[in-house]
């Protein structure tokens, strides 16, 4: 890109921004460039192999329901992320795919996704919990 002589010689160069377009300058721009897609590369097979176990994984989340079904609350993106976290997943609940919150007992397929391009889809089980199973034999 060309810029005005005195913009590039005053601001640009000193602040490290811009350098002259000589052969070797642009051969090492090539080489950046070139080791910056090996490794967003090693970062996609890395975050795909996540993807895989993701799927294979299944949640089970315990919740106070009624004898329909119906949950007294709801499970939400939160409740799922902390799910993962305690299996051993790193996963933020902004990357949990869910349209509204689960209001019922039942199993779910909900998606979470990893980077831009992968996503993964994993099961959620909404069980009774075990203190109303308890109440329900007594």
């Given at each position: 890109?060309?810029?005005?002589?005195?913009?590039?010689?005053n601001f640009l160069i000193p602040q490290g921004l811009a350098t002259v377009a000589t052969e070797e300058n642009r051969q090492a721009v090539e080489k950046h460039r070139a080791r910056l897609l090996e490794l967003q590369a090693t970062e996609t097979k890395q975050l795909q192999g996540l993807a895989d176990q993701i799927s294979a994984h299944s949640v089970t989340i315990e919740a106070n329901a009624?004898?329909?079904g119906q949950l007294y609350g709801s499970v939400n993106q939160a409740d799922i992320s902390r799910s993962l976290t305690e299996a051993g997943f790193t996963i933020t609940a902004e990357q949990i795919l869910i349209s509204g919150v689960l209001k019922e007992l039942g199993m779910y397929t909900v998606g979470v996704q990893l980077h831009e391009h992968?996503?993964?889809?994993?099961?959620?089980w909404v069980v009774p919990s075990a203190e109303e199973l308890a109440e329900g034999e007594e």
């Open positions: 890109m060309k810029v005005k002589p005195g913009f590039a010689r009624n004898e329909e992968i996503e993964a889809e994993m099961k959620v």
